[in-house]
């Protein structure tokens, strides 16, 4: 488990357990939440729409059995049943915002009666945006709720009218695979929804579906160029497991996500030359594109598109090998250095 994440979590167990400590609780509760959030956010953000049904590991065992838009959609469904039906006592947000109509869902309830083709499906019928938004208000609206408990709250039970409730509202499918979530949250106090649907239940969801974007990119850049137009090698990029390439639309390089629309610029401006990679440019050297901007610190990149442009791809990912065995770095300006010239003359010697 993400070590931040468990963390906060068992942090916010121990706080909520004293009435002195609660209101504190509940705003690591609520910290612990945004950072998720921030997750789902820019996984909605950045992967192309495809991503959103794919299953690459259909079969397993295991939360990353299912696909991103379909994970997304099961965990705010059971907390706006949670949070509304159960604790507040209230109108779900799925219909207080007309979300069923504008995430196109076919299902109002938790998905947990759908498998492997239905999951498919299922995710290929929503709106990845809206479903976002929904994520969203729910989350929100739940935040407020939380900010209301009291200690005394913690205590709370529900009973079988809080069980017939749930089943009028049709919310969690009759099948056997999902009614079993109805007895589970009446056997629970608020402190217990608190441990489960308002955070592990995110946690568990959130790496699964972490593990699934890590390997739709792997699976994206087999076989595609691992030189990045700016000259960065992907095999040797500190992102490796967790982007798909800038060749690839499946491109999270911590660049290119912070650039508008999520495309780097200089990939676009290599694309609108008609240019492989920056290493065939020639005002590299004083270029302050895109990720070129950032100046000095990536200097070193431009060596390697000077020695790229020298020497060949193949070249620059043997010496960078090379590098790798004898010192242990994570950014290649670790070894490089900010000078343009220098950082090529200390490639050139570890040819
Ligand atoms: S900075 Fe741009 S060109 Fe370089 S790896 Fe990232 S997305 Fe690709
Ligand atoms: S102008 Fe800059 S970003 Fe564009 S291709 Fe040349 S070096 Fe790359």
């Not at 955070?199 to 994206?220: F, P, V």
């Not at 800038?246 to 650039?259: E, L």
């Not at 008609?274 to 901007?293: A, T, V």
């Not at 442009?309 to 043997?318: D, L, S």
Request: charged fraction near 30%; include cysteine; charge should be positive.
């Amino acid at each position: 488990m993400n070590k931040d994440w468990s963390d906060k979590n068992k942090k916010m167990q121990t706080l909520i357990g004293k009435e002195a400590t609660f209101p504190e609780g509940i705003d690591v509760l609520i910290d612990l939440r945004n950072n998720l959030f921030e997750q789902i956010t820019s996984i909605a953000k950045n992967y192309p729409a495809e991503a959103f049904y794919l299953m690459p590991f259909a079969g397993a065992d295991g939360y990353h059995s299912k696909t991103l838009i379909y994970s997304m959609w099961h965990i705010f469904r059971i907390e706006d049943i949670v949070a509304h039906e159960l604790i507040a006592k209230d109108e779900q947000v799925l219909f207080t915002g007309n979300w069923l109509k504008k995430t196109k869902s076919p299902i109002i309830t938790t998905g947990n009666e759908l498998h492997d083709e239905g999951i498919a499906e299922f995710s290929k019928k929503l709106d990845v945006k809206a479903v976002y938004e929904y994520c969203r208000a729910v989350m929100e609206s739940s935040n407020e709720i939380l900010k209301k408990l009291t200690y005394k709250d913690l205590k709370r039970t529900f009973t079988d009218a809080d069980k017939k409730q749930i089943l009028k509202s049709k919310s969690v499918s009759t099948d056997e695979s999902a009614v079993w979530l109805i007895d589970y949250w009446r056997d629970k106090d608020v402190k217990g929804l608190l441990k489960m649907p308002f955070s592990r239940h995110w946690i568990m969801h959130i790496e699964a579906m972490c593990r699934i974007t890590n390997k739709l990119c792997q699976k994206a850049k087999k076989g595609v160029d691992q030189i990045a137009y700016c000259g960065l090698s992907c095999a040797h990029c500190f992102l490796k497991d967790w982007c798909g390439s800038c060749r690839t639309k499946y491109n999270t390089c911590s660049y290119a996500k912070c650039s508008p629309d999520g495309v780097c610029p200089n990939a676009a401006c290599c694309r609108k030359k008609g240019l492989d990679g920056c290493y065939e440019c020639d005002d590299i050297r004083d270029c302050k594109h895109g990720f070129y901007s950032l100046g000095k610190e990536v200097h070193a990149i431009k060596s390697m598109s000077l020695f790229i442009r020298k020497y060949g791809k193949k070249e620059v990912q043997t010496v960078l090998e090379n590098l790798h065995k004898k010192q242990d770095f994570e950014k290649v300006q670790e070894v490089l250095g900010d000078d343009i010239d220098q950082g090529l003359r200390i490639l050139e010697e570890n040819r």
